[in-house]
């Protein structure tokens, strides 16, 4: 599987988990919704800068993050 789908998919699984909107992540994560909608679909290579963004927008630490069977 691609990186950058597969990030997508953690990022969008863990965001239903917490119950947010991809609105309120940009928000949060201090990013455009528009980004993050690139992002969960694989359309974005995404920088470390901005996926620790978003991983402290859903508070989950990086190494919880890539704690997953997609990687």
Known sequence: ???????GQRIK???KIRDITQE???Y???LDRTYINS???GRRNI???NLEKITIGLKVKLD???????F
């Open 24 to 26: 309120q992540l940009a």
């Open 13 to 15: 699984e863990l965001r």
């Open 1 to 7: 599987m691609d990186i950058k789908i597969a990030v």
């Open 64 to 70: 919880d993050f890539f704690d997953d069977k997609l």
């Open 28 to 30: 949060i994560s201090e």
């Open 47 to 49: 920088s470390i800068v």
């Open 39 to 41: 992002v969960e679909n």
